[in-house]
C-alpha cells in the first residue's frame, strides 16, 4: 500500500482537483516506492497564499500572549510525537531514526526560542527626544512568507524559519522537499491541534513549478530557502527581482583541520562521526579532513579503524549507525565519485560499495562510509559537493597551507579545527572565511539564541536563518515619533523639524 500525501491549506488537507502531477516517494532501506505525493500547480499556489494572507490581519493582531500560548502548546505536542515523527522522517529520509530524534530535537529548540517572542519583539523607546516629544520603534510582521525547504532535514530545517515567522505574527507557506513530505504535513496537523487559526502554516508540495510559483506571487513578502548552492543562487536573484525579501542557504563543503598537537583519537572519533552521521547527507557534514604533516597516516589509521566498526542497516533497525542514501539516483551519483577519485590520483582507503548490510539490503540505496586519501584540490572528489558517506583527507603540510585550501574552495558554511594549542585555535577562528566555526567541535550548528549561516557561497543574502537574525528577517521596523500637546505648544512652524 502506497501513502498518499497531500497539500495543507488553511487548516486541512487539500480536497481539490486531483493533482495533474505528483511525485514518488521512497522508502530508501528497500528501494520501494511508499508514496505518492501530490505537486501544487497555480492553482494550488493561489488557493494557500489566499488562505494565508486571508489569516494574516487576525493573527497579526492576536496578543503576544495567546500567540506564545499557541507555541507553547506546539512544543508540548511535537515534543510527545518525537519518536513517531522520527519514524516518519527515517522511512521517507533513510537516516537512523535516533538520528532523526535529534533533527527534531534541533528543530524544538528553535520553537522554544520562538516561544520567548514577546521579549524579542522589544522595540526602544526613548523619551523626549525633542521637547514633549516621545520617539519608539516597533518591530511588525511582513505578512504571507514562503520557506523552501531541502531533504536532508525534513522537520529541522523548516522549524529553524516557520515558528520565527509565525511567533513574529507571519502566516506561513512551506514548500518542503518531494523526497520526504510527509513530516511538514504531521507537524502541520500538530499545529492545528494546538490551537493555531486555520491558514497561518500551510503546506504545499511539488518541484520547480511550486517554488517559482511562490517566487512569482506578489502576495509572498518574503522567502526563507535551504537547499543546494545552485537552486539558490538562483531562488536569490528571482526573488530580489520580484521585489521580496530573502535568505537563501546553498550547500557546502567542511573541513576539519587536524594540527600536529591535536588528540588524535578525538579528531578520528569526530571526522568518523561527522563525516559518515547521517550517511553524509548533512550540510554541516565533514567532507573534508585536512591532515597537518605529520598527523596523516596515524590519523588515517585509527579513521580507518572505526569506520571498519560502524554497522551499516535500515534506520529502523535499532543497530544501524547509519542508513541507505536519499534515492538510487543519489547513491550512484555519490558511488560514481570512487572511481573518479581513484582516476583522478586519490588513494581508496576504505570503499563503501563492499560494506556488509544489516538484514536483507533489498534494492535499498546503500552506501557505506567510504575514505578517500591523497585528495587534492583539483580533484572533482574535493572540488564537488559529494552530500554523501565519502570522507576525502587532503594532507597538507603546514598550518598556512590548510588555511590556504580552505580559503580557495567557494563554500564557507562550517569548519573545525582540531588542536590542543589555544593560540592556533583563536588564529584560526579569527581568519577563517567561513560563517560556523568549531574548536574541537566537529559540527557547530549554532544553538537556537544564536543564528545559522555560512558564507560565501553557502548563503545568498544578508540574514542567517532563526536567533535573532530570524527575528529580524521575519519583520520590519517602523520608527514613531509622537507629541502629545499640552497647553504650551509653539503654533505653526514650517522650518524643517529640527530637534530642541
Ligand atoms: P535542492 O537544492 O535540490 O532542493 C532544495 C529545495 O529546492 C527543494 O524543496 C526542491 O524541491 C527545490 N528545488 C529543486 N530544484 C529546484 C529548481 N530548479 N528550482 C526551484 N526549486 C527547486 O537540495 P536538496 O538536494 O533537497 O538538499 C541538499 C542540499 O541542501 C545540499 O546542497 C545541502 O548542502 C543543502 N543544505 C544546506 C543547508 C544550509 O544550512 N546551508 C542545510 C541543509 C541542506
Not at 7 to 23: L, M, N, S, Y
Not at 36 to 55: N, P, S, Y
Not at 269 to 297: H, K, L, N, T
Not at 319 to 344: C, F, I, N
Request: aromatic letters at 8%; charged letters at 20%.
Amino acid at each position: 500500500m502506497t501513502r498518499h500525501i497531500t497539500h495543507w491549506i488553511d487548516g486541512k488537507p487539500h480536497t481539490g482537483a486531483p493533482a495533474e502531477r505528483q511525485g514518488e516517494v521512497y522508502e530508501p532501506s528497500s528501494g520501494r516506492v511508499s508514496g505518492r505525493v501530490d505537486f501544487a500547480g497555480r492553482e494550488e499556489i493561489d488557493a494557500a497564499v489566499a488562505a494565508a494572507k486571508a489569516a494574516f490581519p487576525a493573527w497579526r493582531d492576536t496578543s503576544l500572549a495567546r500567540r506564545t500560548a499557541v507555541l507553547f502548546r506546539f512544543r508540548e505536542l511535537v515534543n510527545a510525537h518525537r519518536d513517531e515523527l522520527a519514524r516518519l522522517i527515517s522511512s521517507e529520509h533513510g537516516k537512523v531514526v535516533s538520528d532523526a530524534a535529534g533533527e527534531v530535537a534541533r528543530g524544538l529548540e528553535v520553537v522554544e526560542f520562538a516561544c520567548g517572542i514577546p521579549h524579542l519583539l522589544k522595540g526602544g523607546f526613548s523619551e523626549n527626544v525633542s521637547s514633549r516629544v516621545d520617539a519608539y520603534s516597533i518591530l511588525q510582521p511582513l505578512g504571507v512568507v514562503a520557506g523552501i525547504t531541502p531533504f536532508n532535514f525534513p522537520a529541522m530545517v523548516p522549524m529553524w524559519m516557520f515558528p520565527v515567522a509565525i511567533a513574529c505574527g507571519n502566516t506561513f507557506v512551506l514548500k518542503p522537499s518531494e523526497k520526504d513530505p510527509s513530516a511538514s504535513v504531521r507537524l502541520a496537523e500538530l499545529w492545528a491541534e494546538a490551537g493555531l487559526p486555520e491558514g497561518v502554516f500551510n503546506v504545499v508540495h511539488g518541484d520547480k513549478a511550486a517554488v517559482d510559483g511562490l517566487l512569482h506571487h506578489d502576495d509572498v513578502k518574503a522567502v526563507s530557502f535551504v537547499g543546494s548552492t545552485p537552486i539558490a543562487r538562483s531562488i536569490y536573484e528571482t526573488a530580489a527581482r520580484h521585489g521580496k525579501r530573502v535568505q537563501a542557504l546553498g550547500g557546502a563543503k567542511n573541513h576539519m583541520v587536524v594540527l600536529p598537537d591535536a588528540d588524535l583519537d578525538l579528531a578520528a572519533d569526530a571526522a568518523v562521526s561527522a563525516g559518515f552521521g547521517s550517511a553524509g547527507e548533512r550540510c554541516m557534514a565533514i567532507s573534508v579532513v585536512v591532515a597537518v604533516d605529520p598527523v596523516g597516516d596515524e590519523l588515517i589509521g585509527k579513521i580507518t579503524e572505526r569506520v571498519a566498526k560502524l554497522k551499516v542497516g535500515p534506520g529502523d533497525n535499532p543497530e544501524s549507525e547509519m542508513g541507505p542514501l536519499v534515492t538510487r539516483a543519489h547513491r550512484d551519483k555519490v558511488a560514481s565519485y570512487l572511481d573518479a577519485g581513484v582516476a583522478q590520483g586519490a588513494t581508496l582507503v576504505v570503499d563503501g560499495r563492499k560494506t556488509p548490510i544489516l538484514g536483507d539490503p533489498g534494492d535499498g540505496f546503500w552506501l557505506g562510509p567510504t575514505v578517500l586519501d591523497h585528495v587534492t584540490p583539483e580533484m572533482d572528489a574535493y572540488k564537488d559537493e559529494i552530500f554523501g558517506p565519502v570522507l576525502s583527507v587532503v594532507r597538507v603540510r603546514s598550518y598556512d597551507e590548510a588555511m590556504e585550501v580552505i580559503a580557495g574552495n567557494p563554500y564557507g558554511n562550517g569548519t573545525a579545527i582540531f588542536t590542543n594549542d589555544g593560540g592556533a585555535a583563536r588564529r584560526f577562528q579569527n581568519e577563517v572565511e567561513v560563517g560556523m566555526v568549531g574548536i574541537n567541535v566537529p559540527i557547530p550548528v549554532p544553538m537556537a539564541y544564536y543564528s545559522f549561516g555560512g558564507w560565501k557561497s553557502s548563503l545568498f543574502g544578508d540574514s542567517h536563518a532563526y536567533g535573532m537574525e530570524g527575528v529580524h528577517f521575519y519583520t520590519r521596523t517602523k520608527a514613531v515619533t509622537a507629541r502629545w500637546l499640552d497647553p504650551s505648544h509653539g503654533g505653526v512652524n514650517l522650518g524643517f523639524p529640527t530637534n530642541g
